[in-house]
């Protein structure tokens, strides 16, 4: 079974200073993508970034990049010139290629953003 | 003009009792989910339809049962509440499965008494 691990339970960050968020995943498939969910205090959950796994380039979506290391089965995420609005909880998310799949998520980590 | 809707938005009630929530999309996709993140946020699948038909079924109750009327609509009932029931549920939706995005409703908060 897939598994996705977010070892940090909490990070914290100056507003404008850059902060990296880690995942690492286990997987057996070639096949597969990599989400990192948004969920600010709304609740609501909002797409940040995705990484399709056969691309070896590092997705990029404005202030936001992933460091995707396949061999490593690392995922992390940078967020530059962090703003007050960046607080919420992210979930890294791991999902098989392929029609009818699951997302399978990290268990969160919640950032703060320091005024 | 919200994308993916849940009714209510706060639910609570007794143990025991037999409650439904709504999810509606206005999207025009065809494949919905239903998720459940519990107390330490841990959020987890729980069914998936396309085009009305069950197609993710992951080991949960048969308390719990999905409903869809119509490709717009995935509605949760939950018989015989439990204390660990209690937790918030996502809707949401994806244009068809193999389209990568989800887009998640607000979340409807239940809490068990």
């Known amino acids: 079974a897939q598994t996705v691990t977010q070892s940090q339970p909490e990070m914290s960050v100056q507003e404008a200073e850059t902060v990296t968020l880690s995942c690492t995943y286990d997987t057996s498939e070639s096949d597969y993508y990599l989400f990192w969910y948004k969920q600010p205090p709304s609740r609501q959950m909002i797409l940040v970034i995705r990484?399709?796994?056969?691309?070896?380039q590092n997705a990029t979506e404005n202030r936001f990049s992933v460091n995707f290391q396949k061999a490593a089965k690392s995922f992390s995420l940078k967020i530059s010139d962090s703003q007050l609005g960046d607080a919420a909880m992210y979930f890294c998310a791991y999902r098989r290629g392929g029609g009818s799949e699951k997302l399978v998520f990290g268990k969160g980590m919640k950032l703060t953003v320091n005024p | 003009d919200t994308a993916v809707s849940q009714t209510p938005k706060y639910l609570v009630t007794q143990m025991g009792n037999d409650k439904s929530i709504k999810c509606e999309q206005n999207?025009?996709?065809?494949?919905m989910y239903w998720y459940k993140q519990d107390s330490k946020k841990f959020l987890k699948i729980m069914f998936s339809?396309?085009?009305?038909?069950?197609?993710i079924n992951e080991t949960v109750p048969n308390r719990f049962s999905p409903k869809s009327p119509d490709k717009a609509h995935l509605n949760l009932h939950i018989n015989s509440l439990e204390l660990g029931d209690s937790a918030v549920y996502f809707c949401?939706?994806?244009?068809?499965?193999?389209?990568?995005?989800?887009?998640f409703g607000p979340g409807t908060r239940l809490t068990v008494l």
């Open positions: 949401a939706s994806s244009r068809d499965t193999l389209r990568l995005e989800q887009f």
């Open positions: 990484q399709e796994a056969y691309k070896q």
């Open positions: 339809y396309n085009n009305k038909e069950l197609i």
């Open positions: 999207l025009g996709h065809d494949t």
